[in-house]
Structures are given as structure tokens and as C-alpha cells.
Antibody, heavy 122, light 106 residues
Framework: EVQLVESGGGLIQPGGSLRLSCEAS????????MNWVRQAPGKGLEWVSS????????NYADSVKGRFTVSRDNAKISVYLQMDSLRAEDTALYFC???????????????WGHGTLVTVSS | DIQMTQSPSSLSASVGDRVTITCRAS??????LAWYQQKPGRVPKLLIY???ILESGVPTRFSGSGSGADFTLTISNLQPEDVATYYC?????????FGGGSKVEI
């Protein structure tokens, strides 16, 4: 069974940093593109970032480019999101999500974690 | 970047109705369009990819159509369990933009 478990969320002051983690299980992690998607309270889905299976290709939404960094450690079956210079508008539930197909790029999302909540407030 | 516009943002229908949600891309995206369903308090679920291909296990009352810039999600014979917000997403290139969502109520 595919499982994605996020951690690292919490309350952080504006301008602060936070590192989210997502540990995967139940599938060949190193073969899949991974994504971060967020959802502000009561709002819609916003794609944040993706990282290819090898980690060689990363992409970001304009809203986080230059502030967030995605990485992965295939040996630890984990993907990370380093979030710096946080703003109030970054407050959201952050989902870790897996691409649908092995070895695919820019893929639809086949599996979602349950999310970790990030609240940016003073 | 390519923007995705969904309409309507919300709708109310009756059980058994046929419901149509549209999604328009600001540029052509071929058929790289997916639809997700998010029930209240739940994580999103993939319904359709490739604009019209039903994900395994999704009821056949859901269907998708379109290509280029204009796409449609249709729910025929609306059921109570279909109460949810529906999102389109383009995935031809990054950023993999979502539409703003369409909330379906009964």
C-alpha cells in the first residue's frame, strides 16, 4: 500500500524557516517524481514544487521560487521542502504527492499524503 | 505561465441530475488535463487524466472531454456521494497549475 507521511509543520513567525519532510513506503520511491501541493484554509489547491526521480530536475511555482527548495534522498525514501523567508500567505496544509507513473515527468498526481499544517503568524 | 479557469465556482443540483464543469486553459495544452475530486475533510483523488481517461475504480458516471484549451467534466446521474469540490490541473509543463475549483452541492 502506498503511504506518504508528512511531518515538520508548525507555527512559525514571518521571515522564519521550516523544513518539511515526507517519508514514503509501499512503492519504488526512486522511480517516481514527487510533488508538494498546498491548500490554504478554505481555499483551493496550489501546486508548489516537483522533483524528478533522480533529483536532477526541480520546478517551483512562481509564488515560492527563490524561497523554497525541494530535495530528496532516495536512500532514506524521503522528499523534503525547505521553506525560507516565510510569509503569512504561505499558511496552508502542505501535501506530499506522488506522480501516477514510474519514470514519468510532469505527471498527474496518483497518491497524496494527509498533509502537514504550516501556520505563518506573529 | 498558463492559467486554468474553472466555471462555475459552485453549483447546486439534484440527485440524478447531469452536472457539467468547464475548465479553460489560457493556452493550448493538448490533452494534458486531469480532474480531481476532493470531498470535505479528505485528500484529493484523481478522477480523470489525459482529458478523458477514467482512473481505475472511478464510477463511469464521471466523464471528461476536450482538447487544446477547453475541457469539460460531466457527472451524469449525480449521487449524494459526489458532493465535493472538483479541480482541473494541467500537466503539460511545469508549473502544474490547478484551476480554482468547482464546488458541487445537492
Amino acid at each position: 500500500e502506498v503511504q506518504l507521511v508528512e511531518s515538520g509543520g508548525g507555527l512559525i513567525q514571518p521571515g522564519g524557516s521550516l523544513r518539511l519532510s515526507c517519508e514514503a513506503s509501499g512503492f519504488a520511491f526512486r522511480d517516481y517524481e514527487m510533488n508538494w501541493v498546498r491548500q490554504a484554509p478554505g481555499k483551493g489547491l496550489e501546486w508548489v514544487s516537483s522533483i524528478s526521480s533522480t533529483g536532477n530536475t526541480v520546478n517551483y511555482a512562481d509564488s515560492v521560487k527563490g524561497r523554497f527548495t525541494v530535495s530528496r534522498d532516495n536512500a532514506k525514501i524521503s522528499v523534503y521542502l525547505q521553506m525560507d523567508s516565510l510569509r503569512a500567505e504561505d499558511t496552508a496544509l502542505y501535501f506530499c504527492a506522488r506522480g501516477r507513473l514510474r519514470y514519468s515527468r510532469n505527471d498527474v498526481i496518483g497518491y497524496w499524503g494527509h498533509g502537514t499544517l504550516v501556520t505563518v503568524s506573529s | 505561465d498558463i492559467q486554468m479557469t474553472q466555471s462555475p465556482s459552485s453549483l447546486s443540483a439534484s440527485v440524478g441530475d447531469r452536472v457539467t464543469i468547464t475548465c479553460r486553459a489560457s493556452q493550448g495544452i493538448s490533452n494534458f488535463l486531469a480532474w480531481y475530486q476532493q470531498k470535505p475533510g479528505r485528500v484529493p483523488k484523481l478522477l480523470i487524466y489525459g482529458a478523458s481517461i477514467l482512473e481505475s475504480g472511478v464510477p463511469t458516471r464521471f466523464s471528461g472531454s476536450g482538447s487544446g484549451a477547453d475541457f469539460t467534466l460531466t457527472i451524469s446521474n449525480l449521487q449524494p456521494e459526489d458532493v465535493a469540490t472538483y479541480y482541473c490541473q494541467r500537466y503539460n509543463t511545469a508549473p502544474l497549475t490547478f484551476g480554482g475549483g468547482s464546488k458541487v452541492e445537492i
